[in-house]
């Protein structure tokens, strides 16, 4: 069993940064491939980045590249999001999640989730 924990999300003006952090416990962190999810209040949870247990292969989706930036450190059991030109539209909870499948965007093919951190720019 995985216990997730994000931290880091915050209340940022459009054009800043923030980085949010994924504590992992109770497994072989380096064994699970990594995502970033993010649910907006009335809508979806969409994926947002993910990277391999190796951090041979990161991906995102088209909203989010060249803007954020996703990266792990095996030996400290942590994924990290670094996130970049914030715009008002990323707003909305943040979620990282750990999967046995070597990558994918899909939820259902996550295994273990955090609780969420909040993340509210303003315009």
């Known amino acids: 069993q995985v216990q997730l924990v994000e931290s880091g999300g915050g209340l940022v003006q459009a054009g800043g940064s923030l980085r949010l952090s994924c504590a992992a416990s109770g497994g072989t962190f380096s064994r699970y491939g990594m995502g970033w999810f993010r649910q907006a209040p009335g809508k979806e949870r969409d994926f947002v980045a993910g990277?391999?247990?190796?951090?041979?292969?990161?991906y995102y989706a088209d909203s989010v590249k060249g803007r954020f930036t996703v990266s792990r450190d095996n030996a400290k059991n942590t994924v990290y999001l670094q996130m970049n030109s914030l715009k008002p539209e990323d707003t909305a909870v943040y979620y990282c999640a750990a999967t046995t499948k070597t990558w994918t965007a899909r939820p259902g093919d996550y295994d273990y989730w955090g609780q969420g951190t909040q993340v509210t720019i303003s315009s």
């Open positions: 990277i391999t247990w190796s951090s041979s292969l990161t």
